[in-house]
């Protein structure tokens, strides 16, 4: 479900989709092509690409580094301060994302206490103790930092081997499953934060989608139990996405309470 494509859209960003799936794995051969197609029609100076939380940076790199017009510049890694302790031991993925980088971000450090702060940092490095590590000035970087890594990772195939990318390319699909939505009907904002409230924070990584109040559509984010929703014009149905371990073995209860929350449009 392309919700953070409708968002751009409602921002009066112009958005065109080249791929619908994950990208690190059933679709990493359309990627080069994607690619070529950007460069042919933009001609851009850099392209960045952003993937989901639970890709594996390595597939991508090399896909990259077989394109003669592109050099791969660098890997980053952002790590969420408030909710990296609450994933890491869960997640096989983050752990290889914290490995396999040229530069790690902390983002949301300042919205921690120092001993949260500390414990991060502390597995952070004991994970990476080579990698720079830089905090974020809440949320904000200095592009000089970012561009000119001139990465040497992955510069070979031997080290992405066949056997740890049919292992790692996938394993992610274990991790994290998706759950998505739409509705016709607006909800009761008020209802809708307190079922928010009842979800059990580590089985739901992410919720984001587009919803309909009485007052209008907003903008719903949530992490690891915190939420914001954020007004925002759109035009459209509401659309709904669950991301968590488990998520769909929740999909009955989460269509039953979600239902207690629904206005029936007039």
């Not at 042919?40 to 993937?51: A, G, L, S, V």
């Not at 592109?70 to 997640?91: C, H, M, P, Q, W």
Request: include cysteine; proline fraction near 3%.
């Amino acid at each position: 479900m392309a919700v953070d494509s409708e968002l751009a859209r409602a921002s009066n960003i112009g958005v065109k989709e080249y791929l619908n799936g994950c990208l690190c794995c059933v679709l990493i051969g359309k990627l080069g092509n994607a690619l070529e197609e950007l460069l042919d029609q933009y001609k851009p100076d850099h392209i960045i690409i952003e993937t989901s939380g639970s890709a594996y940076p390595g597939p991508i790199a090399w896909e990259i580094r077989k394109i003669d017009r592109l050099r791969l510049d660098g890997l980053i890694t952002v790590i969420d301060a408030i909710n990296f302790e609450g994933y890491k031991d869960k997640s096989y993925t983050a752990k290889l994302q914290t490995k396999d980088t040229d530069l790690i971000l902390i983002n949301k450090h300042e919205k921690v206490d120092e001993r949260t702060l500390d414990t991060v940092l502390d597995d952070v490095y004991e994970l990476n103790p080579q990698t720079p590590k830089v905090r974020t000035d809440r949320g904000t970087i200095d592009p000089d930092l970012i561009f000119g890594l001139d990465t040497k990772l992955f510069e070979r195939l031997e080290d992405v081997t066949f056997e740890t990318r049919n292992k790692d390319e996938h394993h992610h699909t274990h991790e994290v499953e998706t759950l998505e939505m739409t509705f016709d009907q607006t909800f009761n904002k008020v209802k809708f934060e307190q079922f928010l409230g009842s979800l059990a924070g580590p089985d739901f990584y992410r919720i984001k989608g587009i919803i309909q109040f009485q007052d209008g559509f907003s903008v719903v984010n949530y992490v690891f139990g915190k939420w914001t929703i954020e007004p925002i014009l759109y035009k459209g149905k509401s659309k709904l996405v669950f991301m968590g371990p488990l998520v769909k073995s929740y999909s009955e209860m989460i269509y039953r309470e979600l239902d207690c929350t629904l206005n029936a449009i007039t």
